[in-house]
């Protein structure tokens, strides 16, 4: 995001206690003169100098096994963070986009999901953490644009994948990747008939792009409405990496969706948005990266 934004021409504050993330994926806007970095956790108040158009909420632990470690650090992030985020926002008259999750939508008794169905969560799981923090942070942003007329986007992101992943992080695609280029063995939660759908980080960041320069308030849905099994996915992975893994299969974890697929209408009608990066090219350059 930070590159889309400078590439356009926008000076960038970018804010980040590295939890889970890394100041190398950062590393090479280092000297880029409208580029600044700053360590800090956003559930502790934040000052930033000088205006600011845009704040984007991108902060929160996003895969199972980093919120299953950090709990309460991402409810935190998505309740007092977001609050601080929102409280810059108002301060500086910006807009305010946060990104949210698919995750909204829990186990969905609903096929595909779009923005109008409230869900099926798990409010006591041990998912809830990051369900109910998004869920939450999607009310707060809600309440300041009614009490305070803040600008306001909510994205709904979907399965998104790319380079700078971390190959531990525990989502299907780095897990896949990481396995089939070590030659080990590619673990299958369930029976792999659950499924999926993967966006590349490209066409996910001009999604939130285009998102941030509407006016629609309301959760949009960005993700890549084409529907795969895990089972397929992981034939995906090994057609592209050459790999010659097995495939072992272990339980199928508490809650985990049976099926998420975007209903990307919304999207498309406001923002003239869908993705357009197909899933052989996506995989290529995400193994070149992670070679």
């Avoid at 889970?20 to 360590?39: K, M, S, W, Y």
């Avoid at 109008?116 to 009310?139: H, I, L, M, Q």
Wanted: aromatic fraction near 8%; include cysteine.
């Amino acid at each position: 995001m930070c590159d889309r934004l400078l590439a356009e021409g926008h000076a960038v504050v970018a804010v980040d206690n590295f939890l889970t993330g890394c100041e190398q994926n950062v590393a090479h806007l280092g000297d880029h003169p409208r580029f600044r970095l700053i360590c800090h956790d956003i559930t502790e108040p934040l000052v930033v100098e000088g205006p600011l158009d845009v704040v984007l909420n991108m902060a929160s632990p996003a895969s199972p096994k980093d919120y299953l470690q950090h709990p309460i650090a991402t409810l935190d992030v998505g309740s007092a963070g977001t609050r601080n985020m929102l409280e810059v926002a108002h301060a500086k008259s910006a807009r305010f986009l946060l990104t949210s999750t698919s995750e909204c939508y829990g186990d969905p008794l609903q096929h595909p999901q779009s923005e109008t169905y409230w869900g099926n969560v798990n409010p006591v799981g041990p998912r809830s953490c990051y369900d109910e923090s998004k869920r939450f942070a999607e009310a707060l942003t809600m309440a300041y644009h009614r009490a305070y007329a803040l600008s306001t986007n909510i994205a709904r992101i979907f399965n998104t994948y790319g380079p700078r992943m971390k190959l531990d992080d525990g989502r299907v695609v780095p897990s896949f990747l990481g396995q089939a280029l070590r030659g080990q063995a590619m673990t299958i939660f369930g029976d792999g008939s659950q499924t999926r759908s993967f966006c590349y980080v490209s066409d996910m960041v001009d999604g939130i792009y285009r998102l941030m320069l509407s006016e629609d308030c309301y959760p949009v849905n960005l993700g890549n409405p084409n529907e795969m099994t895990i089972r397929e996915f992981a034939d995906h992975v090994r057609r592209a990496t050459g790999s010659p893994s097995p495939i072992v299969y272990r339980a199928l974890p508490q809650d985990d969706p049976k099926q998420r697929r975007p209903d990307i209408s919304k999207a498309r009608r406001l923002l003239g948005w869908e993705p357009r990066v197909p899933l052989e090219e996506g995989l290529r350059l995400t193994i070149n990266s992670l070679r």
